[in-house]
Nanobody, 122 residues
Framework: QVQLVESGGGLVQAGGSLRLSCTAS????????VGWFRQAPGKERELVAA????????KYADSVQGRFTISRDNVKNTISLQMDNLKADDTAVYYC???????????????WGQGTQVTVSS
């Protein structure tokens, strides 16, 4: 069992930055994949970024490529999402997720945090 808790959301101006963090507890965190998803009102939840077990092969949605950076610290059991040059379209509830190694490729993450609101104003 893996439990995830997000923090760091808030209200920022367009062009600003925000850093989200997720603290994980449970077994086998360091051997699995992690990801960040977001869901805007009335829209489907979408993958923002994911990281494999080694932390060396991140992937990003096209809409955030070059602006967001995902990282993990397997010693502290944390997952981070650094968001720079935020846009109004980035407004959403952001969720961290964890799964086995295959989740990096299949996006089938079984463990989820409660979500944290990110609002970008113009």
């Amino acid at each position: 069992q893996v439990q995830l808790v997000e923090s760091g959301g808030g209200l920022v101006q367009a062009g600003g930055s925000l850093r989200l963090s997720c603290t994980a507890s449970g077994r086998a965190f360091s051997s699995g994949a992690v990801g960040w998803f977001r869901q805007a009102p009335g829209k489907e939840r979408e993958l923002v970024a994911a990281l494999d077990w080694s932390g060396g092969t991140p992937k990003y949605a096209d809409s955030v490529q070059g602006r967001f950076t995902i990282s993990r610290d397997n010693v502290k059991n944390t997952i981070s999402l650094q968001m720079d040059n935020l846009k109004a379209d980035d407004t959403a509830v952001y969720y961290c997720a964890a799964g086995n190694a295959a989740a990096y490729y299949k996006n089938n993450f079984p463990y989820w945090g409660q979500g944290t609101q990110v609002t970008v104003s113009s």
